[in-house]
């Protein structure tokens, strides 16, 4: 029992991970609020689908990376590692995932042309996947900035 108990005062005091899961729960809170203003009704949805403003993804590694390096320094192995699976990720966002959203649109407009009788029915395709480039940008900044201020609160004024 000693042992379980060890292992999640491990994993409840690992703050990078608590940085990381903290950015990544704040940006989907945002998400509530940004489009509560865009769209001028709350909608529940947007914490839980992909895509969206700001990218929680990118600012969950980003908060992570920052967290490394704050923790074990920015010339650190680890930080590195962090860094460019940071890189990685919001590359993706961007990319691969962005550009299948663009597919899924078009595959269901032709979809829309084909079974416009409404005889038959096919599943549309998931069309919000990826990330424009601001989004991305924002979630970096909010996951850098969520960094700096829980490092700030933990260890410096502490």
Not at 121 to 131: D, S, V
Request: hydrophobic share 55%.
């Amino acid at each position: 029992m000693q042992i379980l108990i060890d292992m999640f005062y491990s994993v409840i005091t690992n703050f990078p991970l608590m940085v990381a899961l903290a950015s990544m729960a704040i940006a989907q809170a945002v998400k509530i609020v940004y489009y509560y203003f865009k769209d001028g009704e709350v909608d529940f949805i947007h914490v839980i689908e992909a895509g969206g403003m700001p990218s929680a993804h990118s600012a969950m590694v980003s908060s992570l990376s920052v967290s490394i390096g704050l923790t074990y320094g920015w010339n650190s192995p680890a930080f590195a590692i962090c860094l460019i699976f940071s890189l990685v990720v919001m590359y993706d966002a961007m990319g691969v995932r962005r550009a299948a959203s663009k597919q899924a649109f078009i595959l269901n407009k032709i979809v829309d042309e084909i079974y416009i009788t409404g005889k038959d029915k096919i599943e549309k395709l998931k069309e919000i996947m990826g990330h424009s480039p601001l989004e991305v940008v924002i979630g970096l900044i909010l996951g850098i900035l969520l960094a700096f201020i829980m490092y700030a609160l933990i260890y410096v004024m502490i």
